[in-house]
């Protein structure tokens, strides 16, 4: 069949970024900060608050915070970086006014009269957009579309979101609006190929596109019970352990008796007088934990067992997976 390559949202989520990168704050695991923008965004809109009673509500919840202040820093990094190239001094100057006039409305605590809180989700869409298809690997055909998605951008804030005092700025606003009309602007881009700045871009991707709720990562309950016995044990309050000179000698037999140790292709295959194998068995018993094995090595989801013959390293994930679940020496040994 044919491969394709898939990617473990779930573990995406759950890892914690190194936070070695260039945007000055701490970033939180994914899963923590899950839907967190379709929540702050809710707020803004329906707000008639002033500026800081709007923050207040979303400064409340802290993840929420969190991913607002990362949304906004990580936006800004990634148009410099992808502006960021000979004969796009228009491109680099947009995105230094646009910042400068959200730092003064900030600063004169009137965000919320110079920007359009009910054409938020509009911003957020053609964000979202752009860094959908900046995640990608490029062709002229993305560039292309990449171009014309930050043109889109422009005309939103420039025409919809932002009411802000233009004169003050009127020669830099003349110059990108004649750069815009000549088709100029944003003509040339940078296309991203740096690891960290790839990364920022899926991770920003991930942050304005995940709705669900992160009471349901994993969704495997095995793992999340896992996963809550680990992360409760690092609080637990353990007793002074006695000194290893005081601890007597033991050993430890594991009993035998004929039992499998590593199931084979053919035992796994074999059909019993019902017509049941042991692989399709567990596949039912374990869906989701049969879909995340095929994921982690690659696979799609639809595969056959006999496909997989093709490479041996998959047919040898294949007899740990299922050695794992069943009643087999393999799974005695792992579990002690």
């Known amino acids: 069949g044919k491969k394709i390559t898939f990617i473990n949202l779930e ?9 070695s990168g ?25 707000s ?3 500026q800081d009673e709007l923050w207040d509500r979303i400064s409340r919840d802290d993840y929420m915070k969190y991913a607002v202040e990362e949304c906004y820093y990580a936006i800004k990094f990634v148009l410099t970086a992808i502006l960021d190239d000979e004969g796009n001094d228009e491109g680099k100057k947009w995105v230094e006014r646009i910042y400068e006039d ?4 900030i600063t004169k605590r009137s965000i919320n009269v110079d920007v359009d809180m009910n054409k938020l989700p509009l911003v957020i869409q053609k964000v ?6 900046l995640k990608k690997e490029h062709t002229p055909e993305l560039e292309t579309g990449a171009v014309k998605a930050i043109q889109d951008l422009y005309d939103v804030l420039r025409l919809d979101i932002l009411h802000i005092n233009m004169r003050e700025h009127l020669d830099t606003w003349n110059i990108l609006s004649k750069a815009r009309n000549e088709g100029r602007l944003f003509s040339k881009l940078k296309w991203p190929r740096d690891a960290e700045l790839k990364e920022l ?4 991707y991930s942050l304005l596109t995940i709705k669900e709720s ?4 994993p969704n495997n309950l095995e793992a999340r019970r896992r996963l809550e016995f680990f992360t409760n044990s690092l609080f637990m309050e353990m007793p002074v352990t006695r000194p290893v000179r005081e601890m007597l000698s033991f050993s430890v037999f594991t009993p035998y008796y004929s039992e499998t140790v590593l199931y084979s292709m053919s035992e796994l295959l074999k059909k019993n007088e019902d017509g049941i194998s042991i692989l399709f068995y567990l596949q039912k018993i374990y869906p989701d934990e049969w879909k995340n094995f095929l994921a982690r090595i690659g696979r799609d989801e639809n595969i056959s067992e006999r496909e997989l013959n093709d490479n041996p390293n998959d047919i040898l994930e294949l007899r740990f997976w299922a050695s794992y679940r069943g009643q087999t020496l393999a799974r005695t040994v792992r579990g002690m």
Do not use: C, Y
């Open 201 to 204: 871009i899926k991770r920003l």
């Open 214 to 217: 992160a009471a349901n990562i």
């Open 22 to 46: 260039s945007l000055p704050l701490v970033q939180w695991s994914l899963f923590l900060l899950a839907s967190k923008i379709f929540l702050a965004k809710d707020i803004a809109v329906e």
């Open 102 to 105: 959200i730092r003064g409305s």
């Open 11 to 19: 573990m995406e989520q759950l890892l914690m970024p190194k936070n």
């Open 128 to 133: 979202t957009a752009l860094m959908g298809i």
């Open 48 to 50: 008639k608050d002033s």
